[in-house]
Every structure is written in C-alpha cells, then in structure tokens.
C-alpha cells in the first residue's frame, strides 16, 4: 500500500514570495491534516479536512495562509506572502476517519521551507 | 484540553543496553496515545498505540509502552537498543471530543553510542 506522498521535498524562497506544497493521502482515506514542524519543536496541527470539508482550521493563519481539498482526495497547503518565521517542515497525514480519536494517523515525509 | 510532557528532550545510552523514554500526559476525557519515531529527513512513523485496551503495548522493532492511568504515564521501553533507533521520539495524545486532534510532545532525542 503506497503511504502519503508530499512534494516538493524541499523548498527555498525569499520572503514575501508565495509557494505551495501538494499531498496525496492514502487511498480510501477521508481524514487529511497539515501540520508544521519546526526546528526543535513537536508538529503542530495547521488544519484538518473530513473528506473536502474543513473540520479544524483554528490553528491557520489565516491571513498567509490557505489550504484546499478538491474533490476529497489530493490537498495544496499555500502560504503568501512568507515570512521568515514560516521557516519549517510541513506535514502532511491521513487517517480512515472511521475510529474518532483513536484513528492512527500516517504521516508523508514533509516538505522542508527555507524563507530567506 | 489535552496534553503532554515528556521529561527527558535527550537521552543517551550503549548499544545492547535498556532504553527508557519518559511521556506523561494529561487529558479531560479518555485518551489514546502513541509513540512516533523520526529519523532524519523523514516522515514520522507509527511506532505503537493505546486505545483502552490492554495497558501493556507492544509495537515495533522491540518497543513497547505501559500505559499507567494513575501515574498519567505513557512510557516508551525497550530491552536492548541498536544503532538504527537513534532519532527522535514523539509521544502524543488524542482524547474523545477532540475530534481526532493529535497533541505532540517536544520531542526525545535518543542517541546510541558504541
């Protein structure tokens, strides 16, 4: 079974340039999560979908950042402008969405976001 | 509200000798826990859970986790390490009525060392 595919791998821009990372969940999984990672710190939930509807999104900025799930399947995570403290690893994850809070959760391998 | 505090952010040990990886956690509600591994540039994996079945987890590569509610401990064991498990471990909670939400800890740094 092919896991959680994220790219690009690693991305480099100057700030208040724009950039966009894409996420292919597993297959047959409705629940989508973003989370950012930074340097030294656990990963922190950006915004969750249920299929292509948002289920949590209090933790985005709002104002830099969007997020969208077409079609309940793929996700792009946009952020712009940038700021320097965007700086981190994204995170993508998917789970069944069928077991509530005791879903297992299974992480892409993120994308790291140099902001020079 | 949920959360977690794991008590060690590094942990050095010897090959072939017993590793420990304190967790503790607190939740309003019944809680589901997990250990997560990640070894550099790449994804977080799954390394075992807890849903209130039995207290004693085995999971993956020789780990496994007691969960102890009247301790509110979570903590990640195994009997011998080896040079692959260096990395860093994420315990993490996610608690009825909050919607799947998972809250990390900051994280352990385990190194193994000849």
């Known amino acids: 079974e092919a896991g959680v595919a994220q790219s690009p791998r690693y991305k480099i821009i100057e700030k208040r340039q724009s950039v966009a990372f894409w996420c292919n969940p597993i297959?047959?999984?409705?629940?989508l999560y973003w989370y950012q990672q930074i340097l030294g710190q656990g990963p922190k939930l950006l915004i969750q979908?249920?299929?292509?509807?948002?289920?949590?999104d209090s933790q985005l900025p709002k104002d830099r950042f969007s997020a969208e799930r077409l079609k309940g399947v793929d996700s792009t995570l946009k952020i712009q402008p940038a700021k320097l403290e965007d700086s981190a690893v994204y995170l993508c994850?998917?789970?069944?969405?069928?077991?509530?809070?005791?879903?297992?959760?299974?992480f892409g391998p993120g994308t790291r976001l140099t902001v020079l | 509200a949920q959360s977690v505090t794991q008590l060690d952010s590094h942990v050095s040990v010897s090959e072939g000798t017993p590793v420990l990886l304190r967790c503790n956690y607190s939740?309003?509600?019944?809680?589901?826990l997990f250990w997560y591994v990640q070894h550099p540039n790449k994804g977080l994996q799954l390394l075992l859970k807890?849903?209130?079945?039995?207290?004693l987890v085995k999971g993956i590569n020789g780990f496994e986790a007691e969960f102890k509610k009247s301790e509110t401990s979570f903590h990640l064991t195994k009997p011998s390490a080896h040079m692959s498990d260096a990395a860093e471990y994420f315990c993490?909670?996610?608690?009825?009525?909050?919607?799947?939400?998972?809250?990390f800890g900051t994280g352990t740094q385990l190194k193994v060392e000849l």
């Open positions: 807890y849903t209130s079945a039995a207290t």
């Open positions: 994850a998917s789970s069944s969405g069928t077991l509530g809070y005791t879903d297992t959760q299974y």
């Open positions: 993490v909670v996610s608690a009825e009525g909050g919607g799947n939400k998972l809250t």
């Open positions: 979908f249920q299929n292509n509807g948002v289920v949590d």
């Open positions: 939740s309003s509600y019944s809680p589901s």
């Open positions: 297959s047959g999984h409705a629940t």
